[in-house]
Structures are given as structure tokens and as C-alpha cells.
């Protein structure tokens, strides 16, 4: 049995310690050492992003990312999207419903993470920046139009109010 | 009691729809955005073991010997499963024809790079595959059969040494005088055509979590099922247990698309689970595994075709002979596929005669599955490009040659010459607004000065007919019996009025829970937040089959309103007793069972079910205390096929026309597409946004079909393609924001007349593409008659004479 290392993070604002086997990936250590299953995994050499986490505000692929490599960092996952308090949608989960941006939902999460970001960064986004953020993430089922469309209206809702 | 199910949503018991037809936000996802969804990689037992499989890294090779004892002794395994387990255990998977199917574990040879060969059970995922490393096997290589052709030949190797052949079916069907309008043709148009493979390949690939129950000789298997109870029936064959002591549990699917798989890795976990004394044993396909040997392999094809055709443009037969390489063996009923395209051979034509030759090989690649379309992707494509080929060879404008062809809309219901019969469709007003909608003549103007200017532009407009709702009868001539296909709900009231919906399937992708929701919402006038849909384990479940040929949609809002019927005349009764009514003198309406007579004296559906369970004594005779009632809808007036397979098999026939503008880049040969345009016509739209999401990701799958996705074999049958850099999926650069509209012909033989509406997009996007490419090298004259077109295979052809063309 390789040597395990201790790994702290916090993950959605809460911190988390355990010992773990160097080789264990970001996302099998999400997944099934912290029962954060939102994270999901479609292809597991990052092509898909299915598991696309934020380590430090980042987007990471977590299938890639060594669980030992997260160590001291703060991660968000889509269990981190919810207002904590109230229960309610993120304005972006809340979008991707409305704009009927999923079907089966299974890259769905990876697609919020990657948005998430985008928006962070780029809070009025043209429809080629949504599309240069969203070129890694594979979806089967939407055809990506549904998705676009919901990642506008997010964008829409979030944006700070301009003063009239 | 006869039962009738509404036809129209104007005939269900309200004033008003107030969800069916309108795009209603889907029940299924606050949860899937929360990432809460039970997928089956987030359920757990205690005690779970974790499953890793050994692969063959050879297409074809004698098992000498197989040496388990190192792995058995590795920390943290508990079983070791190996082909001599499998043969005394088990029985090949049953396929159709029969007699092609592999033990879930090869047994004495392998038959393709990436068939299981031995698995272990250990304490994780990881532990596990360190054992596999320890394994140590001995082959004998046998020669490989490595494609078609060579399964066909003299003397090959034989994948299957008993059958003494490579050759799984060859039959020809002749429909109407196939020879005389050949005769008689003033132009034949033939080509040869080659498809080459690609799948389904869902976000999830497979996986199960099973558990044999040592002391009941009983199974449990809770897995990403898209056919709950065939796969019941599967794993009782397979693995020798009565079919009720099996119980499929289905956990929602990130995906499906026919290519699942499961039948496999479920037999594997399953003896895994006895082998290390009922421990439960979980099993998730990775994607390596998926890409080589999953479910995810589909329509490796040669076609050679001909059109006959009159000198006004008429065409009068159509002739297809087809070689399908199905790999090695019949598992994945990848040869249905083969039989799927009698359900609209002649596509929205009306072809007089038609001949189909089917040969259907064993190689040493992949087992082939089913994907999305199930067939008719590149059926459509050879037809719609021989249009175009009879089009630019008479110098008609493609879309007026289909236009003379078309099915006339007074001529239906229509029976096309394989037997099928296509219930209604207005063709010519489906075309006319596509081509309002791009304006056509603008865009060939476009295309003429672009052309002018050296580049190569080229437009496609196809058109298809969708078979939707498939019933067992399509299948038979490839040794799929049965006509029918159950599929059943159970509807409950509740004390509170709230309405449970019982299903024998779950999520997938295609929004059937909240078109459910929508009907029994509608149905019984309530918010459709009183209604649940609930997924039952197969063995309880009333019978039902579950997603698959564009049927679902359909089929549950059918069995729903059967169920709410009898519901209807139920209540009624009880009402009228209570309300001391004339027999007869209660009907339903908005929810509220109302005296006729008089209209103010009413009551709800809580208090109608609340009587029910709680006031036995006020019940008239003859009712039970059970305000539920279930009802198995499968598609009317279906029949047994003819000697030439013909028959009425798919209930409903969609249609649309697509049109692409695409130009190609000399330099690299890539296609870029700059305009694509939809009109479709699927009867009543039950839920608008799931049907243009079912269009929108059929356009992206037709995309990765016809110019990125391809499973390549080498020489050797060793397969090139085990990751998503081999394997090109569509992203958001390649896939096209199509410009969409649509007609509602509603079927006049379905429920609410709604049309299956799951494939028709991929039925037609490909061979669109396709069109719209050889328009753009017909100045060159040049033809790519080869999928996928991808850039290095267009980049060839521009430049195979020497020159940059």
C-alpha cells in the first residue's frame, strides 16, 4: 500500500481532512471520499469536463488534478451553487432550467462550473467568449444551442444593475 | 371495457390545456442542476466490492491458459472470475439472429481487442485494477478476420467456428415489380457508398451495482438500464435464474442513445457478487473501456445503390444492396439496425418498387449496438444522395426533383412499398417553408457567387419521413419475434389529491417524466406540482419496455390516459352513488367530478380517493377501495410481417427538411457550416422545448457522424481509437445554432397526435452534410461518397490529383 499523505481542503466553505493515497484523483476524493457526487465523471483524461471543479476560483478538471495536489486549496462544486441559507437556485442553475439547457444532466454540473467562471471574469460575455469558455466541455445530448442560450440568460440576469 | 384514448389534447376532460403543447419548465431538473440525481456511480451498498475487467489486447486468439492465483492473493480482493467460471455457469448471450452471441467473459477464444477476459472484485476501484496487473494469460494468435470483405472470402478465419460461416444473414427482398421499372428507366443512378462506424458514446458510460442473493438464488441489479425488463429477461437467460428472481432497478442514465450496453458488465458483477458470497459488486465502465468494446459501436457499412428514374424526373424504384460488418457476433442487436429502414425505405418518395440485399458479416471488430436512428442515418444518406447524384446529372434543381417525388398529402395514410404505412404529412408545405425560411434562391445566388470567386460552397436540402414508435414487428426479419410493445404505468390518487405516476423506466435525457407530468396534469386539472412520477423495479413494474425508437413520448402519454380513463369511469361511478346522480349522471372536468344535472354539486379528487380508502361502507357494489388503476398502451392495429417483411411496424411517420450551406476550406480540407435551416413536422409538439431539444442534439450527433467521428480498425483489426482525442465528439465549435420552424400535422392514429421525434435529425443531418459537401465539389467533379468527410479525407480528394484542385 503506497505511503498516504494528508490532504486539507475546503470544499463549498467547509474544511475537510483526510488521509489519502497519493494517486487518488480530485474527483474519485470528491466523489466518494466527501460524498460530493455532483461532480461527475464522463471520460477521465480531460476531454470531456464533465468534472470541472473550481480549485481556488480556477476551473479544474478534477479527473486530472491529484486529490494531494488540492491540498491547502478551496474548491467549488456544483453542491456549492445553492444559496445555503434559502435552498434556492444559483442564477445560473436557475437559467440552465428555464433555457432547457440539459437533457440527461449528466455534464451539466461541469457545464455550471465553467460558466461560473466565465462570468466571474467576464460578467457580459459575447456569444464567441461563451463559446471559446465552453469548448472544452462535451455534451450528447443539447446540441449546445439550449446551452448557449441558458449561459445568455444567465449572464443577462446576473449582471450588476447600471445606473439609470 | 373498451378504453379510448384521446386523440386530440382537445379531448381531455378540461376547458383549457394547461401544460400539454406548451414548453413547460422540466420536473426533472432542479434536481440534475443540484448535481443530486442519483446517477449509479453516486449509489452505494455496504460491504460494496468493486469490479475491474481484464481486456483481450488481441482481435482474435485461443485462451492456452490463464493464470489468476497472484491476483486472488492481492490486498484487498475477494474474487476472481475467469472464463471457466463463465462456461459452467452460464450461457451466451442470446441475439438475433440466434446463435451469434459471446459468454459475457470469453470462453476457450477472444473474438475482439477489448472482449473481457477475466475480472476481479476487490475492496476499491484502484485495488482492483492492480490485481488485473498481476493476471497472466497465455494465447495462441489466430489469423483475424479484420473487415467485411475478408469475412465474405473463400476460406476465411471464422469468428464463430461453429456456425461455419462468417455470414449471420443474407436475404433479398423484392417489393412491387423491382426488375420491370429498372427495364423500363430512362436513367439509373447507382453509386457505392461507405459508412464507416460510430456510436453513441452518452456523457455516462454503463454501469450496475449488483448483488446475488446466495440464500434466495435471487439478483438484484440497480444499474443505468434504458430497458429495465429485457434486461431482466436477459440476465435470466444468460445467467440460469427464473426471470422473477431477477429485479432490475434502473437509476437515471447521463445519456443513453441506444448505446448503452449493460448486459455484459452486469453478468460479470453478478458473479462476482456470488463468487465472493454475495458481497454487492459495483462496476463502472470507463471510457477506454467503452470506446474499445462498450456499446457504443454502430453501422459499419458498404452499400452499393441505384436509383430508376423517368425522363420527367420520376423516380420509379430503388435498389440497395448493403454488407454490414456486425463484428464479432450478434449482442448488441446491431443487425435490428439493418431492418429498421423497411419502416421508410423509400423516404418521402413515391418510389413504385423497391429491392433490398442484406448481408449481415461476423469480423473480429467490436460487437456493433444500437445508436440513435437505429439504421436509418445512412439508409437516408445513400437515398438522398442519389437524389442529388439524378439532380445534378438532369440538371434539375434538387429540391424541385424531390418535390415531384414527394408522397402527396391527400395520399395518405400511405403504404410504401417495404410494407410500412406512414399515418399523414404535408411534404410540399414542410419543404416550402424551409425554403422560405433560408431563402433558397438567395442562398444559390450566394452559392454562385462564391463559386465565381473560387470557393467552394455548396448547399444541401434533404428531407426524410422519421418512423416513430417502433414496434417488435420491424425486427423480424432479422429473427426478432413478436408484435407489440407493452408498456405500462400506474396512476394513483391519493388521499390529498395528489396523483402518482408509476413508470417502468428512468431519466435519460428525453424529458418523458415531465411530459407525463404535463398529461396527468392536464388530465385531472391539477398544478403539476401534484404529480410524481416514479421509476418501479422491473419485477414489480407493470410490463413495459422503456426508451428506445422514438416511442416513449408517445407510448407513456398513451398508457397514461388509458390509466386516467378508467380512472374517469371510476370515479364517476362512485361520485354518482354519493351524490345519489342518475347512473351516468357524473362526468369529469377540470379536475372536479360534477353532477350534470346540476353542475354546483361537485366533488374533488381527494375527496372521491379519501372516500374511497377510508369509507368502504358509502362505496356502491362492485368498487374496490383503490382509486389506481394501470393500463399498458402498445401501438393499435399492428400485424405480423408478410414473407417479404412487410407490415405496419412503426406507428407514426414524422418529417423533416433540413438545409445546410457549407463551404470547404482547400487548404485543410475542413467543412465549415455557415447556415443550417430545420422545418420539421412531428404532429402535436407535446412539449416544444423537449421536441427542439431532440432536434438540436440529433443536428449535433449528424454532425460528429458526417465529418469527425469514426471508429478506425487497421489492417490487423486492432482498433486506433480508445480516448476522446481519437474519437472526435462535437463541441460547441462544430455544431451549428440552427434556425428551426415547424408544422403540426397531428397524427390521426396516436395519442394527441403526437409523432416520435427522437431521430428524426439524425436521420437527416448526415446525409444533409453530405449533400451540401458533393455540392460543393460538383464544379471540381468530384463525389466523397465515404463517411465521416472528415478534413483529412476531404483534404485527400482535392488534392488526389497531384495539385491543389
Redesign the interface.
Known sequence: ?PNKQRVEVRVNGTRYVREV?P??TLADFL?HELN??????????G??G?CTVLVDERSARACLTLAVQADGCGIT???G??DPSSGA?HPI?QA???G?G????????GF?MTTLELLRCTPDPSEEQI?EA???????????????DSVKLAAQRMKPSTPA | MAIEIPTLPEQMPNDASRYVGK?V??V???A??????E?I??FSLPGMLHCAILRSPHPHARILSVKVDAALAA?GVAAVLTGEDVGRWCNPCFTAPEGWGNYCLAVGKVRFVGEPVVAVAASSR?LAEDALELVDIEYELLPPVADAGQAMASGAPLVFEERGTNVMLDRTYTWGELERVFAEADRVVSRRFRWNRVG??????FGCVCRWDLADNSLVCHGAYQTPRFMAIGRAASLNLPVNRVRIVTH??????GGKGGPRGTDIAALLSRKSGGRPVKYIE???EYLLAGGGQSWDRHYDAALAVKADGTVTGFRVRLVDDQGAGAEGYGTISAAKPLAAFTGNYRIEAAGYELTLVATNRAPTYPYRGYGPPPHNLVLESLMDCTAREMGIDPAELRRRNYIRPEQFPYTVPSGNEYDSGDYHAVLDRVLQMADYDALRAFQAEARAAGRLVGIGVVNTVEPGVFDWNAYATVGVPGVGVPEGVKVAVDLFGGVTVAVGFS?????QFTVASQVAADYFGIDIAQVRVATTPSDVAVPHFGQGGSRLGVAVTGAILGACEKLRAMFCTVAAHVMQAPEGGVELRNGCLRRIDAPEHSMSLAEIAGLMLSRSDLLPPGIEPCPEATYVWTAPNRNAPDDQGRCRSYLTAANATHVAVIEIDRDTGRSAILDYFIVDDCGTRLNP??V??Q???????GVGAALYEEYVYDADCQPLVS???DYL?P???E?P??KKDHIVTPSPVSPLGAKGCGEGAIHTTPATILCAINDALAPLGKELLETPASPHRVWKLLHEDGAAA
Open positions: 500500500m493515497e494517486r487518488l466523489r460530493l457526487g455532483g461532480t461527475h465523471v464522463g471520460c477521465e483524461h476531454i470531456c464533465a462544486t456544483v453542491e451553487l445553492r437556485l442553475q440552465f432550467v428555464d432547457h440539459l437533457q440527461c444532466g449528466f455534464c451539466t454540473p455550471m463559446k465552453l469548448g472544452g466541455n462535451l455534451c450528447r445530448c443539447t446540441g449546445y444551442q439550449s446551452i448557449l | 414548453a419548465n422540466r426533472e431538473d432542479p440534475l442542476v443540484s448535481g443530486t440525481v446517477f456511480d453516486n490486498e484502484y453513441a458514446n452518452p456523457t455516462e458510460t437515471p442514465q447521463g445519456g443513453g442513445f470507463d471510457r477506454m431519466l435519460q435525457g428525453q424529458g422545448a423537449n427542439e431539444g432536434l438540436q442534439g440529433g443536428v449535433a450527433q480516448t476522446f482525442v465528439m463541441t460547441i465549435h455544431v445554432m440552427t
